[in-house]
């Protein structure tokens, strides 16, 4: 039977793709450190709960298919409280941020068209951008430079005809880069002046550890036609497993067209947009608490990385990743070394290899990202592992 | 800004368009008896409630991509049940059967494919086929057939050398139309022949009611290649918000692209998953009880219809939906009329004009869907208001 070119273009989770050297480490009873995965350990909000356990409707109807009016009302105020406003009608609930991109890749992208991505960038938008037929046109950026992208001449250089939209991850999966305000006026800027679409997947917004304000594309009032919001609340309120995301754009078009692939799923879980709805009534002292928590969480591993010889890695200002170039051959083999033949009183460690983060074959090959969602002393642990591993690996050759 | 040119290709829901006419009709004072939705008034087995209230980890976590262990075992057990055996690695967890049916088409299809459909076919089909750049291939049926379509010659003649699949939506929605198991085989030796994909999308499986065994394209083994089953919990348990479904096949190549976008989009909500796993747990009992009222509300629509003169109607024989042809000439200006101009004792009434149900221009004018899934009592003032706004509006001119 013959398959689709476009799904042919597209590959399995390269966050996967260790999996089974890990269960064979753990058989062999390693104990393994997870940096690879950002799945954060932080309590979801007890609103969540509360607000399923309540749910008295006897028939689990559909939801209306551009959300239920709790839900949209409550991410409203949620940006009006950051200065920023949008109508109900402005914004689509999606289930989970990747419901988002994939309607907005779906409704702007057609065959042989091009969206610009600074990379190292999330995999899963290859998957989303090649199913439309169109394709990731990379930014290149360096650890040298601490993966920083907007520079306008480092982005006219790569926009051509073909070229529609400008995705900025911000804050960065997996760099943790922050744009400044002056750099996000930047980007609106050009794509302004080159009529592309600029879109903001901000699914790590709360998490910036400078005391910055909360950030959003949102508030280019002036770039109504040309921003779209990805928002979440899979980070923000560590409730991943929710599915509840949004497109927020002023583009009255853009939301018209995605409004056909909503109602064509019908809609969204009705109790987790509920449940969501709820967990917008959490008080600031959570965000405090999670960006601190966070923070000290960074600064460990940044710490900790300073201290590898060899190691190139800037301090992130936000998200919870970081990408380090390493003073080894090739992260993968690394990786693969670690889990078959490394071990330091039966632990080993993991982290997800540079390479398909990034859009350039051969690019990455000894960088990796680093997920720190484990508590400190764990982190710490996970980091004296990655720095004995590096040693050992260079000295067996 | 430009848009793609497969979404301007897909259209907003046509259950849809007549909801402005609505809002003023019950603006007026009016009551409406909605014929126009599926959405049932069964009552969701409290076994998802118990289980959504019994859910204790504290971090929602994202599930596993291809679905939550539990709700798999659960899948596989209710199709041994029904002596169909699946490999826990061919049942892929989906958001509803929407986005089985979406991963589907985009895993198969490329610009230029063709699928054919039975029309009057499903409408969001055609958005889920326009977004992969391939196009619907109506085989055409008739209401004085009873919109039969598995025929040899007549579906043969619709094969070129475009054509990648077959979907049979069996027990068919909008038609009711159920397949013996004569015309199953006679579907998948076709599909075998032609070496053609055939989806079984069997949302309505649980719904005939003349004491058939429940039927799968999945018990045809030998078409292991071919065949795609489209599963959901929506109709089966009256669950439509949770968003529940799944793809079953066998072919392992189409599972293991499947399983491409399963990993982009991450996952499906853990939660509705956990839950849906609970309500397989429900009896015989349940799905007796609920095929006897449905029963009973289709033999109520077929009775009072033939009371009606001049209505073409086969008395269906699955799902909750029928077709009729009415003695109209155009059914959208009538269901207009019935909201803006009609009344008996301040009632109306709202079914779903027929053309958009069909991929053939013109085709489907003087024709309507109705679901029944009102109570009695009111499926009964529904369809008398039907009768007599029929008569006032042919006598009106």
């Not at 900790?304 to 919870?320: M, N, Q, S, T």
Request: with cysteine.
């Amino acid at each position: 039977m013959k398959f689709s070119s476009k799904v042919k273009k597209c590959g399995l989770s390269p966050m996967r793709k260790f999996h089974p050297y890990a269960v064979a480490a753990e058989a062999k009873g390693r104990k393994i450190y997870h940096l690879n995965i950002g799945q954060p350990d932080v309590e979801t909000p007890p609103q969540f709960f509360e607000a399923v356990r309540n749910f008295s409707q006897s028939v689990l109807e559909y939801a209306p298919s551009p959300g239920v009016p709790e839900l949209i009302d409550a991410v409203q105020k949620y940006y009006d409280n950051l200065n920023m406003h949008f109508e109900k009608d402005e914004i689509l609930i999606t289930t989970g941020g990747s419901e988002a991109l994939s309607i907005v890749f779906q409704c702007i992208l057609d065959d042989g068209d091009e969206v610009l991505i600074p990379e190292p960038f999330y995999p899963n938008y290859a998957t989303m951008v090649n199913t439309t037929g169109a394709s990731i046109h990379p930014i290149p950026t360096s650890p040298e430079e601490g993966y920083r992208y907007a520079d306008r001449a480092k982005i006219e250089a790569q926009i051509n005809e073909h070229t529609r939209a400008i995705v900025c991850t911000n804050p960065g999966n997996p760099t943790g880069v922050v744009l400044t305000p002056e750099e996000q006026r930047l980007m609106c800027d050009i794509a302004k002046e080159h009529n592309l679409f600029i879109i903001g997947d901000e699914a790590y917004r709360e998490f910036v550890y400078a005391g910055e304000p909360l950030q959003s594309f949102g508030e280019y009032a002036d770039a109504a036609e040309n921003v779209i919001v990805i928002d979440t609340v899979s980070k923000r309120f560590s409730a991943c497993g929710a599915r509840v995301g949004a497109i927020l754009s002023r583009n009255h078009e853009l939301l018209s067209e995605a409004m056909k692939y909503c109602q064509a799923r019908l809609s969204v879980a009705t109790l987790d947009q509920i449940a969501s709805a709820a967990l917008y009534n959490v008080g600031p002292e959570y965000f405090a608490a999670v960006r601190e928590e966070y923070k000290r969480r960074r600064d460990t591993v940044v710490a900790k990385l300073a201290e590898i010889p060899g190691v190139v890695c800037e301090c992130p200002k936000g998200a919870f990743y970081l990408m380090a170039a390493l003073p080894v051959d090739d992260a993968d083999k690394f990786q693969q070394w670690l889990l078959e033949e490394f071990e330091d009183n039966g632990d080993t460690v993991m982290f997800a290899p540079g390479e398909p983060f990034y859009g350039t074959p051969g690019k990455g090959k000894n960088e990796i990202r680093i997920a720190y969602v484990l508590k400190q002393a764990d982190l710490e642990r996970a980091m004296d592992l990655l720095a004995l591993g590096i040693k050992a690996y260079n000295e067996k050759k």
